[in-house]
């Protein structure tokens, strides 16, 4: 079976969640970057004033003291002290040397070293303070005794650790805010049709899914809500359809059982050598058996009548029916009965009716049927009504007699298998309950439907619709039944 699939609906561009995610991290990405932008020209501000002469000098100054009062100290340990931003190197004229954070540049120490073999004079401070890397003497007691300078930093030693820090930071902090803003609604709505998903797998059928939004998600939710629909339908139909085959077997084995009881019993009643039994009364067993064994022939000859139209099976022989020659077939099948019950079977053909296109076997055993109920329930000297008239676009048959009529509640039913109202039920040698349910069915086959008026006391009148070949009328095949009582 296959069936046109329904295309995906349209989402306007700034609904769909891609749009939102990607719009999300853009903000993100813009705010991160922003913010290591400010950052940085900070630091750099920050870093040129940190660099100035003035604090270099100021931290030769305290590097002086420090030797002064301990001529012993750990350069390393006084230079990581005094805290400087820059790679700060400090040369002493006995030959110690502290450079904790870069190398001293090949040629520098040297050149320093060299400068104490000659006292400091005023030009060698002079372009210690202008060269590139030494900057300021360490004086103890009035004594140039050392050189502090700086290696240079370069932009990536001086800014990177800490615009990565902050970056790294930014972007754990603002990916923790979209997946709180952006994700974390996402993910709790793709949670939750997880869950109506395994609640119906679980077979709670009623499950759904929350449709709340327009977005990827909603649509989602509202494609998995109206698959859920569809299985709830057809679990539905699936279970009504397995209730009504319990009760089908459950029917037909009872109905199968009434006639078999009965031959079982008169059979063993013939067989008992202890009771003699006068011929009368041996013929009167045999003639109740066989009619039992009849009975029960007609039965499951119906029932598979029935199975083989429900099923489509048996090809119809469709050709022009004369209408006239149909009832004359059914009247005559009748004769008999009606001339000892005095029941006049009267019928009327008007003109434009006089043929009809269909299987004349099917149609006369579809009326044959419908009479024998009409004749079955109409008191002696009552008449039937048989009719032929043009509908819109459709042949009308129908059959009606004065009989006792069928209640309301039981009008609905009587076109099922098996169904006999509680009267009937009463006459049970009658009738199986399934000749209404066999004319259902052959109508049905010709694309045509059968319904039911009835009065309680008045009558009742059975009414077969059948497509006219001119009209094109139910087309289709689809069966049309219905009941109605006034
Ligand atoms: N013309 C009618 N007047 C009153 N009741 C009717 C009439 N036709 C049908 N019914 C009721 O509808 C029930 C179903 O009819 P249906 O023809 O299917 O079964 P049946 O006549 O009982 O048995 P079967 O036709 O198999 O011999 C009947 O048992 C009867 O109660
Ligand atoms: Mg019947």
């Not at 009504?240 to 199968?256: F, K, N, P, W």
């Amino acid at each position: 079976m296959s069936r046109d699939l329904p295309h995906p609906p349209v989402i306007a561009w700034h609904r769909r969640l891609s749009a939102r995610v990607a719009l999300g991290y853009l903000a993100l990405i813009a705010g991160v970057l922003t913010v290591q932008a400010v950052v940085f020209l900070r630091l750099v501000e920050q870093g040129e004033s940190n660099n100035s002469p003035e604090l270099n000098q100021a931290m030769a100054a305290e590097f002086s003291r420090a030797l002064e009062s301990n001529p012993h100290l750990d350069l390393d340990q006084a230079l990581t002290r005094l805290d400087p931003s820059e790679a700060v190197f400090v040369i002493i004229k006995d030959g110690r040397v502290s450079s904790p954070r870069k190398p001293i540049p090949a040629g520098v120490l040297e050149s320093v070293m060299s400068s104490f073999e000659h006292p400091i004079t005023d030009a060698v401070l002079r372009a210690w303070v202008t060269s590139r890397y030494v900057g300021f003497p360490v004086v103890v007691r009035g004594e140039v005794v050392g050189a502090l300078g700086t290696v240079p930093l370069t932009t990536v030693e001086r800014y990177g650790p800490t615009v990565a820090g902050i970056g790294a930071a930014l972007l754990i902090a603002g990916a923790f805010v979209a997946s709180v803003l952006i994700v974390g609604p996402v993910r709790s709505r793709i949670q939750e049709l997880h869950g109506a998903a395994a609640r119906l797998g679980a077979g709670e059928l009623t499950a759904r899914a929350r449709e709340a939004g327009a977005d990827e998600v909603a649509e989602l939710a509202r494609a998995f809500n109206t698959m859920a629909d569809e299985l709830q339908r057809r679990a539905t139909a699936l279970h009504a359809s397995d209730r009504a085959r319990r009760q089908l077997i459950a029917d037909v084995s009872h109905e199968l059982m009434t006639p078999l009881t009965a031959i079982l019993g008169h059979l063993e009643t013939l067989s008992m050598t202890e009771v003699r039994l006068d011929d009368a009364k041996r013929l009167h067993q045999i003639a109740i058996t066989t009619r039992e064994a009849k009975r029960l022939e007609r039965l499951i000859g119906d029932l598979l009548e029935l199975a083989r139209l429900e099923a489509g099976g048996g090809e119809l022989a469709i050709q022009t029916v004369d209408t006239h020659d149909l009832f004359d077939q059914v009247v005559a099948h009748h004769e008999h009965e009606c001339r000892q019950r005095k029941v006049d079977l009267v019928h009327s053909i008007e003109s434009d009716a006089a043929t009809i296109t269909a299987d004349p076997f099917r149609l006369e055993q579809a009326i044959e049927n419908v009479t024998a109920n009409a004749l079955r329930h109409t008191p002696d000297g009552g008449t039937i009504r048989m009719r032929a008239e043009r509908g819109d676009g459709t042949i009308v048959l129908t059959v009606e007699d004065p009989g006792e009529g069928i209640a309301p509640e039981h009008l609905p039913h009587i076109f099922d298998r098996f169904y006999k109202t509680s009267s009937a039920k009463g006459m049970a040698s009658r009738g199986s309950g399934l000749g209404l349910s066999i004319v259902k069915a052959v109508v049905a086959r010709h694309g045509g439907r059968v319904s039911a008026t009835s009065t309680l006391g008045v009558g009742t009148t059975i009414r077969i619709e059948l497509p006219s070949p001119a009209s094109g009328r139910f087309a289709s095949g689809r069966p049309m039944y219905s009941a109605q009582t006034a």
